[in-house]
């Protein structure tokens, strides 16, 4: 089935510093939306990307549909502590209105 | 966004027995879906549930074990039959907030996170 392979796993950074994580894929995706899962929390959507080479920005974070249609990376600048959860890759599997997951990406903050 | 209320939101079990969880939406929504997240795994799709009709399970999960009900479109629940200790994890209840060159985007509940003996 369709996989996505996110890296790093996990992240620990210091306050301030900027953060990159990416997603790819043998399989190409019409989708690709980044989430955040707090401790405790479901996880909340903070990007969604729809069209190959689209950058988009959502605050301090940013990030890029590939034009190959198989990766996206997303940025986040200046860390702060609240940067601190697991960001997930998501896009729509081959069939339906499903999404599959990466693996996550843990990012811990030192101030 | 819909706002999504699950319960229980922690619950410690024993092993055999089954626990229902229970997901409410405060809108209508046409797609519910559970999802599962083993201790620091990724999420998993169990099923999608559509109101009127039987939820449709991936592969890996079948209905004796994860039974889930429609019963209208701002509720579900799903439940975990004859638990056993790798049936810990995080449950979590999600719904579908629209369509764009149709792909879904999911809302979330806070999840439910079973721990079982």
């Known amino acids: 089935g369709q996989q996505l392979n996110q890296s790093p796993q996990s992240m620990f950074i210091q306050e301030g510093e900027d953060v990159s994580m990416n997603c790819t894929s043998s399989?190409?995706?019409?989708?690709w939306l980044w989430y955040k899962q707090d401790p405790g929390e479901g996880p909340v959507l903070l990007i969604a990307l729809y069209k190959a080479g689209e950058l988009t920005s959502n605050g301090r974070l940013t990030a890029q549909f590939g034009i190959t249609r198989k990766d996206s990376f997303l940025n986040i600048s200046a860390s702060i502590p609240s940067d601190v959860g697991i960001y997930f890759c998501?896009?729509?599997?081959?069939?339906?209105?499903?999404?599959?997951f990466g693996a996550g990406t843990i990012l811990r903050v030192k101030s | 966004s819909a706002v999504i209320s699950q319960k229980p939101s922690r619950d410690i079990c024993q092993r055999g027995t089954s626990l229902t969880i229970q997901c409410q939406v405060d809108?209508?929504?046409?797609?519910m879906f559970w999802y599962r997240q083993q201790p620091g795994q990724s999420l998993t799709l169990i099923a999608t549930a559509n109101q009127g009709s039987e939820a449709t399970y991936e592969s890996g999960f079948v209905i004796d074990k994860f039974p889930i009900s429609r019963p209208n479109l701002t509720f579900s629940t799903l439940t975990v039959s004859n638990m056993s200790p790798e049936d810990s994890s995080i449950y979590l209840c999600?719904?579908?907030?629209?369509?764009?060159?149709?792909?879904?985007?999911?809302?979330f509940g806070a999840g439910s996170r079973l721990t079982v003996l």
């Open positions: 809108s209508q929504v046409t797609m």
């Open positions: 998501a896009g729509p599997m081959e069939y339906g209105n499903k999404l599959v």
């Open positions: 999600s719904v579908d907030q629209g369509t764009y060159s149709g792909a879904n985007v999911l809302t």
């Open positions: 399989s190409i995706f019409n989708t």
